[in-house]
Nanobody, 126 residues
């Protein structure tokens, strides 16, 4: 059973950067697509970025394109979301998810990622 744990969240000023980590256990991430979602207070969960198992397909929400970068390190059994030029509207709980099937997630699509982490809080504030 794949288990995911996010880390790296915190408080950052507007314009700052953070890198979130998603560490997997119980199975290798090599054969899994990875997705990052976020949920702000009072808002629905939204897809931020997703990456196919071998990196051939990648998707970003328009709101984070050119600012966020998704990646995966199979040797470390971990995935990452590098976030730059952070804005107050990026404030949310960020979740990583995984599934054996890549599902685009950046355009509000309905997806069914099977495995989820518990989330990590990102707060962007002066």
């Amino acid at each position: 059973q794949l288990q995911l744990v996010e880390s790296g969240g915190g408080l950052v000023r507007p314009g700052g950067s953070l890198t979130l980590s998603c560490t997997a256990s119980g199975s290798s991430l090599e054969n899994y697509a990875i997705a990052w979602y976020r949920q702000a207070p009072g808002k629905e969960r939204e897809g931020v970025s997703c990456l196919s198992s071998h990196g051939g397909s990648i998707d970003y929400a328009d709101s984070v394109k050119s600012r966020f970068t998704i990646s995966k390190d199979n040797n470390k059994n971990a995935a990452y979301l590098s976030m730059t030029n952070l804005r107050p509207e990026d404030t949310a709980v960020y979740y990583c998810a995984a599934d054996r099937v890549f599902q685009p997630c950046g355009g509000g699509e309905y997806t069914e990622y099977d495995y989820w982490g518990q989330g990590t809080q990102v707060t962007v504030s002066a």
